[in-house]
């Protein structure tokens, strides 16, 4: 058995926030057009869920003026292939398995304590179906087992729904500015903000709610709910390995 540590979840009320959502993305769409206009170096922060990304950007929404360009922060939706050819791209990401964990606690939260997003119809059916992460792991060799798992948000994704396929990663290769990882987050960090030529003060909060740090809950899994998921996210971790060997 396998004990995976879990953040506390963030994610946003899909009803009571959709006009604070809405209004940010209309933001920074402008900024970003208004950014490419003046013909100015733009660096994406890219939002790959669970994998520290709000932690960070909270961290930097003060410091988005770079000496010589621009950090443009973005929600989920926003992937590589939406940046230009030559715009400079971050990233984090984090083992396959312990996002999946932390995405399903996640959403049986609801994004709670934070947020409330209820669930969706099909998250309804796979949270009845499942009352825990290793439930699902266990029989993702069976249709229930492959329904929940493509029905619950942050569990159902792919680093590949971010970045292509690792062909196409490969050739954007060079306006990948870097890539950091939830495991190394603050070491990571550190290499981020001295890329950025930002203050080296900066740190990212340790509160518990805004670090997203689970207080109160711990997953295990079994050896076949890891066997199993190894193979559902085989691509994820051949992405890691080609991004590991690119950074060489």
């Known amino acids: 058995m396998l004990k995976l540590p879990l953040e506390t979840s963030v994610l946003l009320n899909e009803s009571l926030n959709y006009n604070l959502l809405f209004g940010f993305l209309k933001s920074n769409k402008s900024?970003?057009?208004?950014?490419?206009?003046?013909?100015?170096?733009?660096?994406h922060l890219l939002h790959i869920g669970k994998t520290g990304g709000t932690v960070i950007k909270d961290a930097l929404r003060a410091h988005t003026?770079?000496?010589?360009?621009?950090?443009?922060?973005?929600?989920?939706?926003f992937?590589?292939?939406?940046?230009?050819?030559?715009?400079?791209?971050?990233?984090?990401?984090?083992?396959?398995?312990?996002?999946?964990?932390?995405?399903?606690h996640s959403r049986k939260r609801q994004g709670k304590p934070r947020y409330n997003s209820p669930w969706t119809a099909s998250e309804n059916v796979a949270f009845a179906n499942f009352n825990s992460a290793n439930q699902i792991a266990e029989n993702l060799t069976n249709d229930n087992g492959q329904h929940a798992m493509n029905?619950?948000?942050?569990?159902?994704?792919?680093?590949?729904?971010?970045?292509?396929?690792?062909?196409?990663y490969k050739s954007?290769?060079?306006?990948?500015?870097?890539?950091?990882?939830?495991?190394?987050?603050?070491?990571?960090?550190?290499?981020?903000?001295?890329?950025l030529n930002l203050p080296p003060h900066l740190q990212l909060s340790t509160d518990p709610v805004k670090a997203h740090k689970n207080i109160d809950s711990n997953e295990t899994l079994s050896e076949l709910s890891i066997?199993?998921?190894?193979?559902?996210?085989?691509?994820?971790?051949?992405?890691?390995?080609?991004?590991?060997?690119?950074?060489?």
Request: hydrophobic fraction near 40%; proline fraction near 1%; charge should be negative.
């Open 31 to 43: 900024d970003l057009e208004i950014a490419r206009k003046k013909g100015k170096k733009i660096v």
């Open 65 to 77: 003026d770079l000496a010589n360009g621009v950090l443009i922060f973005h929600n989920h939706d």
């Open 79 to 104: 992937k590589l292939k939406d940046c230009l050819l030559g715009e400079k791209v971050v990233f984090f990401l984090r083992d396959p398995i312990t996002r999946f964990v932390s995405g399903f």
């Open 151 to 168: 029905s619950i948000e942050h569990v159902k994704t792919h680093f590949s729904d971010w970045l292509g396929d690792i062909d196409y």
């Open 172 to 195: 954007r290769k060079d306006d990948i500015l870097f890539v950091g990882f939830l495991e190394t987050l603050n070491e990571d960090f550190e290499k981020l903000i001295t890329i």
């Open 227 to 248: 066997a199993n998921l190894k193979d559902w996210f085989s691509e994820d971790y051949n992405f890691i390995k080609t991004i590991n060997l690119l950074k060489k």
